[in-house]
């Protein structure tokens, strides 16, 4: 069974001021972001079904034209294809899951 430890795996830029930790199994993709305050993540989509998951901070999304403030203990699903987009309103950690795995992660 793999063991990670967050802070030893590479880091990724995502967007400017979204950098991640991934971890890939065979069936999902967990991406551990850093969110810088202010930081937006521009519209985009992909075939992936997302969960977001606020750990520390605030999160505003807008997924399929609704717009969300999401705060630690906090949980947005999106199904694949949905058009999102962001902005850390303060400096914030998110968990993402992805299913299936996102292969365009892997590197």
Do not use: K, W
Not at 1 to 11: H, N, T
Not at 13 to 31: E, I, K, M, N
Not at 56 to 73: I, M, Y
Not at 94 to 101: A, I, K, M, T
């Amino acid at each position: 069974m793999p063991f990670y430890a967050l802070d030893a795996l590479p880091s990724r830029d995502l967007f400017p001021g979204f950098t991640a930790r991934l971890v890939h199994t065979p069936f999902v993709t967990q991406s551990f972001v850093q969110c810088e305050a202010g930081a937006s993540f521009p519209e985009h989509q992909h075939p992936h079904e997302q969960t977001v998951i606020v750990l520390e901070g605030e999160l505003e999304l807008t997924a399929g034209g609704e717009t969300v403030r999401l705060t630690p203990g906090t949980v947005y699903a999106i199904p694949g294809h949905v058009p999102h987009s962001g902005r850390a309103v303060v400096a914030s950690r998110v968990l993402d899951v992805f299913s299936p795995v996102r292969e365009d992660l892997r590197s």
